[in-house]
């Protein structure tokens, strides 16, 4: 059974900084792509990160480029997201996603709010 369990988010204050991480469990971990993506109330669905198979080639999206950086740990099977300069527009649950060209999985995500 496919598993990813996204867990570090939380309440932080504008300009702070969160980890995120997501553990896969079921799949073989360097087979699939690894993104986070986000969505706010109301909002649709909006990429935030891309990481290889391997760990290189590395994509965000505009809002978070230069404040999010994505990684990950194949001997945790697990991936990151560290954000920092955190901001309120950040606001939104954030979904583990794990993809190749066979298969596309998702995570029941964790809720970041950036407030003062």
């Known amino acids: 059974q496919v598993q990813l369990v996204e867990s570090g988010g939380g309440l932080v204050q504008p300009g702070g900084s969160l980890i995120l991480s997501c553990a896969a469990s079921g799949v073989t971990f360097s087979s699939y792509f690894m993104n986070w993506y986000r969505q706010a109330p109301g909002k649709e669905r909006e990429f935030v990160a891309r990481?290889?198979?391997?760990?290189?080639?590395?994509d965000y999206g505009d809002s978070v480029k230069g404040r999010f950086t994505i990684s990950r740990d194949s001997a945790k099977n697990t991936v990151y997201l560290q954000m920092s300069s955190l901001k309120p527009d950040d606001t939104a649950r954030y979904y583990c996603?794990?993809?190749?060209?066979?298969?596309?999985?998702w995570g029941q995500g964790t809720q970041v709010t950036v407030s003062s």
């Open positions: 990481i290889g198979r391997t760990g290189g080639g590395t």
């Open positions: 996603n794990a993809h190749n060209v066979k298969y596309d999985f």
